[in-house]
C-alpha cells in the first residue's frame, strides 16, 4: 500500500506559482502512477495531471495544459506538481493519488489511494 502525504499549497496572486508536493510512503513507489486531482467548493474532484511508473509517460487536463507540469522523484519517492500562471479557477483543494495500472490519466475512482490534500487560493 501507499499513503500520500502532500505540502506545498497555500495562498498566491494570480499570474504566480506554486509547487506541490507529495511523499508517500510506500516500499515499492516506484510501481504506482501518481496524479492530482482537485476540488473545488461545490464542484466534483477533477483529475489535473498523472504520471507513470517510471515518469516518462504524463497527461494532462485540458484546463492545466501548459501551466502545470507533474514530476516525480522515485529515490525519494515524491510526486511533484509545479504550477505557473495561476488563475482564480485554480482555485481548490488538491488531492494526490496513487494507483497500481500503469497508465498517466484516470478518472478519481480507478485511484484506491489518497492523500488529504493542501488548500491552494489564487486572488484576483
Known amino acids: 500500500q501507499v499513503q500520500p502525504v502532500e505540502s506545498g499549497g497555500g495562498w498566491v496572486q494570480t499570474g504566480g506559482s506554486l509547487r506541490l508536493s507529495c511523499a508517500a510512503s510506500?516500499?515499492?513507489?516506484?510501481?504506482?502512477?501518481m496524479a492530482w486531482f482537485r476540488q473545488a467548493p461545490g464542484k466534483e474532484r477533477e483529475f489535473v495531471a498523472g504520471?507513470?511508473?517510471?515518469?516518462?509517460?504524463?497527461y494532462y487536463a485540458d484546463s492545466v495544459k501548459g501551466r502545470f507540469t507533474i514530476s516525480r522523484d522515485n529515490a525519494k519517492k515524491t510526486v511533484y506538481l509545479q504550477m505557473n500562471s495561476l488563475k482564480p479557477d485554480d482555485t481548490a483543494i488538491y488531492y494526490c493519488?496513487?494507483?497500481?495500472?500503469?497508465?498517466?490519466?484516470?478518472?478519481?475512482?480507478?485511484?484506491?489511494?489518497w492523500g488529504q490534500g493542501t488548500q491552494v487560493t489564487v486572488s484576483s
Open positions: 493519488a496513487a494507483k497500481v495500472v500503469n497508465t498517466p490519466q484516470g478518472h478519481r475512482t480507478e485511484y484506491p489511494y
Open positions: 504520471i507513470s511508473w517510471s515518469g516518462r509517460g504524463t
Open positions: 510506500a516500499h515499492t513507489f516506484s510501481n504506482y502512477a
